[in-house]
């Protein structure tokens, strides 16, 4: 049996990465791994609560496949911060990062003849999920001139008494988008009108600079049912420890049968390593705000760098200034450029000539559009941006 052709964005930087010449120091403006840069660490508080977790050798064993007690409760009150009512620990399971959260979630959704409505420009991941499920993708626009806000008109013609769910990223990924109170309620009014699930994926959740503040789509809980993605991946700066979680709020109470499907499901996964979920208590309990402050002041600098250093390129334009998560989405206009045939084709030629990464909009639905990473280090941020301007001036029509 075939695997789905889908891209996938390691897919993808895998090939413009082999593509480099070896002639410059390789600069990657492509994945949302910060972890590589000392800027980008996660907090003391965190890396000791994992050490003492291990040391205890009290966390080697099997833990439930639904996620520790400890961990789940940890989790529950860490997220009801943000909510108008009080999570319980037992709605919420713990998943290998926020990757394992989808793929659950998508699996469990399934039925036959079921379709799942995704954002466009989105995660991959989940087209990918979708398509190993069987479960049929269709694709709704965010809009670049309303800072990426779901199409929502569009959105309710696509959707259909066998549509199980719509997925929205906030703060998102590819978009750099947060969304607002207004917005939010009306996904979720819209998703009540369809009957359909809400899933947020917030993995950048909290990781807000502009002017809206980050809300929980869970807030809207009463009004559908909204199943929330998380991991501690972003927030934390720790992608590689896998601990994520999958959260369900439903307006009218759990169904058995759901709840049934999602606990075999996650038998069959196995969850995080213990020790990792053993530390999270002390992780989200006590790691202090000055940490998160760093974080977002830091994204904000370096996103600020990107924008405005793109607004001197011709060739190059955005139409929404990122406000959240860890990269954006900008226009590529190859009419102005001489010997660039589309995106992916620009993307090929940067990585050759300039040993700089950057991922097509092909990549994430949209043709003609780059996405680009802000969560590197301000001077290898210049430096990139400043061989992406050379590389677009040598190639200008003028
Ligand atoms: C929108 C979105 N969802 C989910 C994930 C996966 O998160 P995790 O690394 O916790 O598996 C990512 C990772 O970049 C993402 O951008």
């Known amino acids: 049996m075939e695997a789905p052709s889908n891209i996938t964005i390691k897919g993808i930087l895998g090939l413009l990465t082999a593509n480099t010449d070896g002639c410059k120091k390789v600069i990657s403006l492509g994945m949302g791994d910060p972890t ?166 917030e993995v950048y959740g909290h990781l807000a600079f502009g002017a809206d503040p980050f809300v929980a789509m869970g807030v809207f809980g009463s009004v559908a049912p909204v199943i929330t993605l998380g991991s501690l991946s972003k927030r934390w700066l720790v992608p590689g420890w896998r601990l994520g979680w999958l959260v369900t709020s439903d307006p009218h109470g759990k169904s058995p049968k759901f709840m049934e499907r999602l606990k075999k499901y996650c038998d069959i996964n196995g969850g995080p390593a213990t020790f990792i979920q053993a530390a999270v208590p002390a992780i989200v309990g006590e790691t202090q705000q000055a940490f998160f402050t760093k974080t977002n002041n830091l994204l904000k600098q370096t996103s600020e760098i990107c924008y405005w250093k793109i607004k001197e390129m011709d060739c190059i334009s955005c139409p929404s200034k990122p406000q959240g998560s860890m990269a954006f989405m900008v226009k590529l206009n190859v009419s102005l450029l001489k010997d660039i045939s589309d995106d992916i084709d620009f993307c090929f030629k940067l990585a050759k000539e300039e040993s700089v990464i950057l991922l097509p909009g092909a990549a994430v639905g949209l043709k003609n559009w780059l996405r680009i990473t802000f969560a590197v280090e301000p001077s290898s941020l210049d430096e990139a941006l400043q061989r992406v301007n050379s590389f677009c001036q040598r190639h200008s029509c003028n």
């Open 36 to 201: 590589a840069y000392s800027c980008f660490r996660t907090t003391r508080t965190a890396q000791n609560a994992v050490v003492e977790a291990l040391q205890s050798a009290n966390f080697n064993g099997y833990s439930p496949t639904v996620g520790l007690p400890q961990t789940r409760k940890a989790i529950a009150e860490y997220l009801s911060k943000d909510l108008p009512y009080t999570l319980h620990s037992d709605d919420v399971y713990i998943t290998a990062g926020c990757t394992q959260a989808i793929e659950t979630t998508l699996s469990i959704l399934t039925r036959p003849g079921a379709n799942i409505l995704l954002p466009r420009p989105g995660f991959p991941i989940y087209g990918l999920c979708a398509a190993f499920r069987h479960l049929e993708a269709r694709y709704f626009d965010l809009l670049p001139h309303n800072q990426w806000e779901v199409d929502l008109k569009a959105l309710q013609g696509l959707a259909d008494h066998n549509t199980v769910a719509m997925v929205i990223i906030n703060p998102g990924n590819p978009c750099g988008n947060v969304y607002t109170y207004r917005h939010l309620k009306e996904i979720a009014e819209t998703a009540k009108r369809l009957g359909i699930v809400v899933i947020a994926d």
